[in-house]
């Protein structure tokens, strides 16, 4: 799921006087000098070309305090021109309404710099601003063009598979791997970063076999690279694979509290393999201690917090009060993210949170923003009041509203794994509703994504002749505790 976090919060850029005396010189000719890649990069010097080659490095391994490091070479190179393109960048990624004052300010920066940048540092300058203005078509586009014509563009590359994914277009980002393929080869540094979105876009795309051979290719590289491991999760989940997922994270538990707040989201992926297996308490303990241990706005903590606590409740776990802190989180950034399948999940929390005014005033906001807005608000609207019906006993509706949307239902972005939670809930209304007939069409159609192979295809029948077997509320809830 990238299009993710890549920093651990926005950090607010605060000019000094020196940088604005530098920042002043900018009509002076910008030198260049090539990263480890071969790609000019203008404002830098030898030295200093090495420090943003780690930091590129660094931020797509979601390794902490990059935001930091990259605020301090700008201080002593304001004219680098793709050094303020990523810190736009990465603010956008944080996910915020909030952050694109802060991302404007450094795509100002990187405009005054335009005259001595070169073309793809154009484009870039480009890019952010579509990003900034909500423009994401014309943002994909620009980034389709620059590793169209520079292949070795890591930061292209990966910011737009990150965004594609949010934008629930699957098929482009395997083609913007694809596109990439030929000029990656093991010699070239950043290979396993090229990998991960490689891996994880054919995964998506039901390639299992492949999106494994790339993944476990980049782990040999670096066996925390999260991205990677993230898509060798992916595979594992839609193959049913639980107890290998469950042993291949615990391995390198010990390493994941190393990197910044996306690894919530790989602590997320160990739950799902321990409740396949029946685990209850310890997804419990995993929400508490990892997934969502103290209070986050962060719009990932809010959905696997909140997907999983669906889940547990789904299997008859008393949660008891985690509900609240959610809320709160919701309450508080309930139309700041910018990422919209944070909202079906923000629904859930409010919804839970016992107070009913809270989600009924965030269906007006929402809906009053879907009215006015792209497709993908009002998608997340529509499927917020689907929730809101499912937690206010209003099976039939709820399962009415889903029922209609639910081809739709991938537009709004996540993988596979995560919109698995949308069939969660049709299949408990069904199921609230005693309609078994309807509860095994829907487990039927669930796993539809799940087969590539001919012994993918074999493990999917039998798991709909297992499906046909349901006869009970209780058998159809031990269904979907097994995943997709
Ligand atoms: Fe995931």
Do not use: C
Not at 8 to 21: A, D
């Amino acid at each position: 799921m990238t299009g993710l976090k890549t920093t651990v919060k926005s950090v607010i850029f605060t000019p000094t006087s020196k940088y604005l005396e530098n920042i002043s010189l900018m009509s002076k000719q910008l030198f260049s000098v090539t990263d480890a890649r071969g790609l000019s990069v203008t404002g830098l010097s030898d030295t200093q070309i090495k420090t943003y080659d780690q930091i590129l490095l660094d931020t797509y391994h979601y390794v902490p305090g990059t935001a930091d490091e990259l605020k301090s070479l700008l201080e002593e190179a304001p004219e680098f021109v793709l050094g303020n393109v990523l810190r736009g960048y990465s603010t956008m990624t944080d996910g915020s309404v909030s952050g694109k004052t802060v991302a404007q300010g450094y795509l100002e920066n990187a405009t005054k710099l335009t005259s001595g940048a070169t073309p793809r540092e154009r484009l870039h300058i480009a890019a952010l601003g579509h990003w900034i203005s909500g423009e994401h078509e014309a943002r994909n586009a620009v980034w389709e063009d620059i590793i169209g014509k520079w292949p070795a563009d890591l930061l292209a590359y990966r910011q737009l598979t990150g965004a594609l994914f949010w934008n629930g277009d699957k098929k482009r980002q395997l083609a913007a791997a694809v596109q990439t393929l030929p000029y990656w080869s093991a010699e070239i540094p950043g290979y396993g970063l090229f990998l991960g979105p490689l891996a994880f876009a054919l995964e998506e795309a039901g390639r299992f076999g492949l999106a494994e051979r790339y993944a476990r290719e980049a782990l040999e590289i670096n066996s925390t690279d999260l991205w990677s491991l993230h898509a060798l999760a992916h595979v594992f989940e839609m193959q049913g694979r639980s107890t290998e997922g469950e042993a291949h994270i615990e391995s390198v538990a010990d390493k994941l509290n190393d990197y910044n707040l996306f690894r919530g989201h790989i602590w997320w992926h160990l739950a799902l393999f321990k409740m396949a297996q029946g685990k209850l308490d310890e997804v419990l303990g995993l929400v508490d201690k990892e997934i969502y241990p103290g209070t986050s706005n962060f719009y990932l903590d809010i959905q696997n917090a909140a997907s999983m606590l669906s889940r547990l409740e789904f299997q008859g776990v008393n949660v008891g009060d985690r509900w609240d802190r959610i809320a709160k989180a919701s309450r508080e950034t309930l139309s700041d993210h910018t990422v919209l399948f944070t909202v079906p999940h923000q629904a859930m929390a409010l919804a839970r949170s016992g107070e009913e005014t809270h989600i009924a005033n965030a269906l007006d906001q929402w809906m009053s923003a879907g009215s006015n807005a792209n497709g993908q608000s009002l998608l997340a609207a529509k499927v917020a009041e689907a929730i809101a019906d499912f937690h206010l006993g209003r099976f039939s509706d709820a399962l009415d509203k889903f029922a209609r949307l639910r081809f739709e239902l991938p537009d709004l972005g996540a993988s596979h794994a995560q919109q698995d939670i949308y069939y969660q809930y049709m299949v408990m209304a069904a199921i609230e509703q005693e309609d078994i007939p309807r509860t095994k069409s829907l487990l039927r159609e669930r796993i539809a994504n799940r087969a590539e192979t001919e012994a993918d295809w074999t493990e999917a029948r039998a798991r709909l002749a297992e499906i046909e077997r349901v006869e009970s509320k209780a058998e159809a809830i031990m269904m979907l505790r097994r995943g997709i």
